[in-house]
């Protein structure tokens, strides 16, 4: 019998081990190998007189400087990116009318935060019109808020959830260097969104070209400028959320 009991105790501080390095082992993954925002884009942007930049509760808030905002975009950064790497790439949809909380994902992975679209709306309590978005992961946890908003925008992801009989309008932006959330992957997703949704192929756009933060492993050769980048995604975004 006490053989038994040892037996049982063991087993039981076995797990408890196992369960205590895997918590610890993932806690270190999230915080090792976090994509920084370059620095150069991240500057032009703060020198932008069109935009205030605001590191508020809810997240990094870009609001134009004059003239207040009828509408307002969510945008969750991809996973293991630093949410400033998307101030440069959304700056100018801000600077025509659009306020933008870029969120701070727990652990760097969006599919740990749970938090709904008010705890990131609060931050401008005045607009009433709100789409969300994301980028890779943080475009497949925008499709999870999609209900709550007015508006989807995909940056190189897809959705996991079905929105196909939902009246919201969808922008999703793949490009075409992209190795990781390619074309096809996000064309076979297609079914999941409203039938009017918009898919747009960005020429020479790789994955990380939709934020700021250099290179990323396994993805392709972005054949596109930064500023071309920025123009295009301004011009697809910046009419969907203001209509």
Known sequence: ?????????????????????????????????????????????????????????????????????????????????????????????????????????????????????????????????WGVGGHSLGGVRACQLAGDAETLVLFASYCATDLSGDSLAVLSLAGTEDRLSTPEKIADARHLLPQDAELIEIEGASHASFGDYGPQSGDGTPTISDDEMRAVVTEALAPLLQR
Not at 25 to 39: C, E, N, Y
Not at 48 to 60: Q, R
Not at 93 to 114: H, S, Y
């Open 1 to 129: 019998m006490k053989k038994k009991r040892r037996l049982l105790r063991w087993i039981l501080w076995s797990i408890v081990l196992v369960v205590i390095v895997a918590v610890v082992g993932t806690l270190a993954w999230t915080q090792i190998g976090v994509m920084q925002a370059a620095a150069e884009p991240l500057a032009d942007a703060k020198a932008n007189p069109a935009i205030t930049i605001t590191d508020a509760p809810e997240g990094i808030v870009l609001a134009p400087r004059e003239g207040g905002s009828a509408t307002g975009l969510v945008f969750i950064p991809g996973a293991k990116v630093d949410p400033w790497a998307y101030v440069a790439i959304l700056q100018d949809v801000a600077a025509e009318g659009t306020t933008v909380v870029i969120t701070r994902p727990w652990l760097n992975l969006a599919f740990f935060d749970l938090r709904g679209l008010d705890s990131f709306t609060s931050a401008a309590p005045e607009i009433e019109n």
